[in-house]
């Protein structure tokens, strides 16, 4: 302790008495041979003891009771803090969940939308065709019972009609796409047999093939304009049709 600009090192001895921390430790001031205790001394006893303030026992139970209930507090909301961190985390994955659950489901719907509409269009394709059939089998059924009834003098290419020139044109390029496939088989086996020479064998199947093209190509542009025509004509007819546009 500091005592006129000098620091004194002075001993002494703390004891924990059995009642404590009801009651405050003992104090004993041990001085060394060359020190002396002042005579009287306000704050120790001749024999060295410090006078200690005895606290009220009600008010350390309380004082103790206290820290324990912040402590206990204390414990339970960071336990708490970290349960709460825990389901917070477990939210967060199912929602990951969920998000990847509703991609998936909205892809699936997407296909089924997309695959509805491709069965409207073939529904369409299909409807249309049956009028079609239904329109050819009512104008030539009178056709087929004469013919019926006359079969010495039938004419076979007298049979069936082309309903217009886009009609024409696709049996046209279908008859000769198909004589082109007779032609190009008979030259296989004609190559086969060694009653063609390669040279000659391949000659033809270039010039063929490059015909056979042409009549593909044509009979695609050809079934492209039919379709066209027959969605106009089906747009014409719809209020009086039987099915739904």
């Known amino acids: 302790?500091?005592?006129q600009g000098v620091t004194?090192?002075?001993?002494?001895?703390?004891?924990?008495?059995?009642?404590?921390?009801?009651y405050p430790p003992v104090v004993y001031v041990n001085p060394t041979r060359d020190m002396i205790i002042k005579r009287p001394h306000p704050h120790v006893s001749p024999s060295g003891a410090q006078p200690s303030q005895t606290e009220d026992a009600a008010e350390v139970y309380r004082r103790n009771a206290v820290n324990k209930l912040v402590e206990m507090v204390h414990g339970d909301i960071i336990k708490m803090r970290k349960e709460r961190e825990a389901e917070m985390e477990g939210l967060f994955?199912?929602?990951?969940?969920?998000?990847?659950?509703?991609?998936?489901?909205?892809?699936?719907?997407?296909e089924m939308q997309d695959e509805k509409e491709a069965l409207e269009q073939q529904l369409?394709?299909?409807?249309?065709?049956?009028?079609?059939?239904?329109?050819w089998v009512g104008e030539n059924e009178g056709k087929i019972k004469n013919l019926g009834n006359n079969n010495d003098n039938v004419d076979v290419d007298e049979v069936f009609h082309c309903?217009?020139?886009l009609s024409k044109q696709m049996l046209d390029c279908t008859a000769a796409d198909l004589a082109i496939e007779d032609v190009v088989y008979s030259l296989d086996k004609a190559l086969q047999e060694g009653a063609v020479?390669?040279?000659?064998?391949?000659?033809?199947?270039?010039?063929?093939s490059r015909e056979q093209f042409f009549h593909k190509a044509?009979?695609?542009?050809?079934?492209?304009?039919?379709m066209q025509a027959q969605v106009a004509s089906m747009a014409?007819?719809?209020?009086h049709s039987h099915y739904a546009p």
């Open 1 to 3: 302790m500091p005592y």
């Open 8 to 22: 004194y090192n002075i001993p002494i001895i703390i004891w924990l008495i059995e009642s404590y921390p009801r």
């Open 93 to 110: 994955s199912a929602q990951g969940v969920l998000r990847k659950r509703e991609e998936e489901v909205n892809k699936g719907l997407k």
């Open 124 to 135: 369409q394709v299909v409807l249309m065709s049956t009028d079609v059939l239904a329109g």
């Open 163 to 165: 309903a217009d020139v």
């Open 197 to 208: 020479p390669f040279d000659q064998y391949l000659r033809n199947v270039r010039l063929l």
């Open 218 to 226: 044509t009979a695609a542009k050809v079934r492209a304009a039919q």
């Open 236 to 239: 014409a007819r719809a209020p």
